[in-house]
């Protein structure tokens, strides 16, 4: 049975205060409680149980140990996925409990904005007055203003703003200050009966229907775009721009116009949130992938130069947005806990969508291959990628792998993150698939393809094509290295499939057997394909096929004597 947290109250029902002097020689975890306790009784009466989320694990443990000391029921949070975190804020605080979170505060790929957004999507009535969170390091007053507009329009009351690189014990004592001035603040607010969010100052003059409307509009052009409905998100997020330039709803437009392939309005926006956010290393990864989409453009409409300057001007994007990743890290050797998980994934997603592979720029292509392999290498210096990071990213990652030949690591991945959600699988092969292939390996995309056609899928039919592409890639390597039976059996899995064209793969399949010398297979495998298409051998499409044209006379000739 777990120990039940003591109450510090005496028989009589009065706090024991201790001395300072008997204070002042004990450890941390055992002074704080008896410090801290008869502080805090508005706090305790008003939220007993507290849910406790640190990134680090060492901080929840602590904090939980002094809570518990201190007459609270405190709830230790473990890592947890973005949906489960979300349905479990909204059940910790419709259950009208505390909830202390630390959410990875800077430039990551989900920030604590948009956690709130997502919760609010999720459940419009949540109330966040239990939600305090907490954000380590030194902040300036500026972004403390912008931040606390932020939060304050989702009704939180109070932020945690701790020293970054402190000791657990300094952190700790941090902690409990903090909880101390949230337990004033909420005994004061109800000496007046009046509850109000975050003090933005006297210089802030506060504007609830526009924070209001601007709150909807980026909500309704989120949702917009991950529904892929791109021209209504960029509608929604062009209103809340009206209402003041913003760096998420700058990056959220620009990501719908590459959506839908306006390449300069998203390359506009995103040097705009880079003129917001001169630290983040997103938008200039956004750039660099835009430059690099238009290389190929570039290269498809016979402008070699104009090529090579997108390429030179993504590339430069690009390792901008390294520059601010190694700023950040070294920033935070002390506190890595303040770094996202993967402080390279908006380089990993422009470096996934950009391929520059078979345009015939050789050293460019040199070049992006050195700067992926670092990439790439800097991300395994830190480990292998935790369950919390986006599937997306953990994908890119796979398809770099892949793209440069390591492909058991990125099988590896793909087939995690499939595990996980069965959902993943489209993408996850696809782009597994396309990789293998670019690279000529063309038997194990086959393999691929054929795996994800079990699934339940959409877009099925193009992947059949796809599969039926692989597939006759693989069967002509293997003719051509004198394995026709394995060719054989590839035609057969291509054809168990019923793609369309299924004459042409059966010509291919007789001319195999013929290899063989299986002239009667070969015979009833033509048969088939002419059942199909009565006119096969008419047009010039036949003509690789010619030799087939003596079998069909040798069949015609053997019915007719049969007859006869």
Not at 99 to 107: D, Q, W, Y
Not at 403 to 429: M, S, T, W
Request: glycine share 6%; net charge negative.
């Amino acid at each position: 049975m777990a120990e039940q947290p003591k109450d510090p109250k005496t028989a009589s029902g009065r706090i024991k205060i201790p001395s300072p002097d008997l204070l002042k020689n004990l450890p941390v975890k055992q002074r704080l409680p008896m410090q801290y306790a008869h502080k805090l009784e508005y706090l305790r009466e008003n939220y007993r149980h507290i849910y406790i989320k640190f990134e680090t694990a060492g901080i929840t443990t602590d904090l939980t140990d002094v809570l518990a000391k201190s007459g609270f029921l405190p709830h230790p949070q473990p890592d947890q996925k973005i949906k489960v975190l979300i349905h479990n804020i909204i059940k910790w605080l419709d259950g009208g409990n505390l909830l202390i979170l630390h959410f990875r505060p800077k430039f990551t790929e989900f920030n604590v904005v948009n956690l709130l957004r997502e919760i609010k999507l999720a459940a419009p009535a949540c109330k966040f007055e239990g939600l305090v969170p907490v954000f380590f390091g030194v902040v300036s007053s500026s972004k403390q203003m912008e931040l606390f507009k932020h939060l304050g329009a989702f009704g939180i009351r109070y932020v945690f703003f701790l020293t970054p690189g402190g000791t657990p014990d300094h952190t700790l004592q941090e902690i409990m200050e903090e909880l101390e001035k949230f337990n004033g603040m909420l005994h004061a607010q109800s000496s007046t009966g009046k509850i109000s969010g975050l003090d933005l100052g006297d210089d802030y003059e506060e504007e609830p229907a526009k924070v209001k409307s601007y709150k909807e509009l980026v909500a309704q052009g989120e949702a917009a775009l991950a529904e892929g409905n791109y021209e209504e998100a960029i509608g929604f997020f062009s209103q809340a721009i009206e209402l003041g330039p913003n760096f998420e709803a700058l990056m959220d437009r620009g990501d719908a116009y590459y959506k839908t392939r306006k390449y300069m309005p998203a390359l506009k926006d995103y040097r705009e949130a880079a003129r917001l956010e001169k630290n983040a290393p997103a938008p200039y990864a956004r750039i660099g992938e835009c430059c690099l989409v238009l290389v190929t453009a570039a290269m498809k409409a016979g402008e070699p130069a104009k090529a090579k300057q997108w390429f030179a001007d993504g590339m430069l994007n690009l390792r901008q947005a390294a520059g601010q990743v190694n700023k950040m890290e070294d920033d935070n050797l002390q506190t890595p806990e303040n770094l996202p998980p993967i402080p390279y994934a908006p380089i990993l997603a422009a470096l996934a969508a950009a391929d520059i592979r078979g345009l015939g720029l050789a050293a460019e292509e040199e070049e992006m291959t050195a700067f992926a392999k670092m990439a790439l290498e800097k991300i395994r210096s830190r480990g292998e990628m935790i369950s919390d990071v986006s599937a997306e990213t953990r994908i890119e990652e796979a398809v770099l792998l892949a793209r440069y030949g390591q492909y058991r690591e990125a099988e590896k991945i793909f087939r995690e993150v499939i595990a996980e959600d069965v959902e993943h699988a489209g993408p996850a092969f696809n782009n597994f698939a396309v990789e293998l292939r670019k690279n000529g390996q063309h038997g194990k995309a086959f393999e691929i393809y054929r795996e994800l056609l079990r699934l339940d899928i959409p877009d099925r039919d193009i992947v059949m094509e796809n599969m039926k592409n692989a597939g006759l890639r693989h069967a002509a390597e293997l003719k051509k290295a004198g394995r026709a039976d394995e060719a054989a059996d590839v035609y057969r899995a291509v054809l168990a499939a019923r793609p369309v064209d299924r004459e042409w793969i059966l010509c291919d399949l007789a001319l195999i057997c013929l290899a063989m010398d299986d002239r009667a297979q070969a015979s009833l495998t033509l048969m088939e394909a002419l059942y199909i298409n009565p006119k096969l051998m008419e047009g010039p499409r036949f003509e690789p096929y010619k030799e087939l044209a003596g079998l069909r006379d040798e069949m015609m000739k053997r019915l007719k004597d049969s007859g006869g």
